[in-house]
């Protein structure tokens, strides 16, 4: 059993009213599709504004600092800094070397979160055409990953972090194009593939600090084929 805990400013009607149905969900999705939660509270804050960030993530604790959000926007912003528990914390990525194998890889799963549970993206947020959210999941996936692969990126994936040219790029590219790296991936194989090489990933790899070899020899024994090509991608430069 987990305990789950949101502390937020006691306010009328604000959303916030709903964060501890957002952190429970947050918690299961994740441990479902990736594997069990194994820290015994999760707790979520809500931070002061600020516009550059939308939180930040600890283990069992996330920071939550999305000024004027939505309900979708501030689950999504929830599942994804408790998503870090799994990349960042019991996993143990090294995100600044190897950024993508934390931000992207959770990015993945915050988008199809998002998707699976309101036919929303938090990158479009209100953005989104209302046609859009009337598609079905597949369909919807694939219209907003269109759209994400139209946003230049031009630098490689696997880079450090203190290597990106601007903050800007930082989160184009260790976000958004990891997270279509990844889309592409589901494409070949689909989303019960995918989820059982990442739980077979976790828990072979989990409190052990995996590298992207490490990733791509778990990936490959699941899916039963060589990746070779599909992870040279994420050191080159250009669309993917």
Do not use: C
């Amino acid at each position: 059993m987990v305990d789950a805990f949101t502390y937020y400013k006691n306010k009328p009607n604000t959303i916030w009213n709903n964060s501890i149905d957002y952190a429970k969900d947050g918690t299961r999705y994740y441990s479902q599709k990736i594997g069990e939660y194994e820290y015994p509270t999760v707790q979520v804050f809500e931070g002061p504004k600020n516009n550059s960030s939308g939180g930040m993530e600890y283990p069992m604790i996330t920071l939550i600092t999305v000024p004027d959000a939505s309900k979708e926007y501030l689950d999504g912003v929830i599942a994804h800094e408790i998503g870090h528990n799994w990349f960042m914390s019991m996993l143990g990525s090294n995100e600044r070397l190897h950024t993508w194998q934390d931000e992207g890889l959770n990015t993945y799963y915050q988008f199809r979160y998002e998707a699976e549970k309101y036919r929303y993206n938090s990158i479009f947020r209100d953005q989104m055409p209302p046609q859009m959210k009337k598609l079905p999941l597949d369909e919807f996936q694939k219209t907003a990953y269109r759209a994400l692969s139209s946003i230049p990126m031009e630098a490689e994936i696997d880079q450090p972090a203190a290597d990106f040219k601007s903050s800007e790029q930082y989160g184009l590219i260790s976000y958004i194009k990891a997270s279509i790296w990844l889309y592409e991936l589901e494409q070949m194989f689909g989303r019960d593939k995918i989820d059982a090489a990442f739980q077979e990933y976790f828990k072979t790899w989990k409190n052990k600090h995996p590298q992207p070899e490490d990733m791509k020899a778990s990936f490959e024994k699941s899916l039963g084929i060589n990746l070779d090509d599909f992870f040279a991608e994420l050191k080159k430069k250009g669309s993917l």
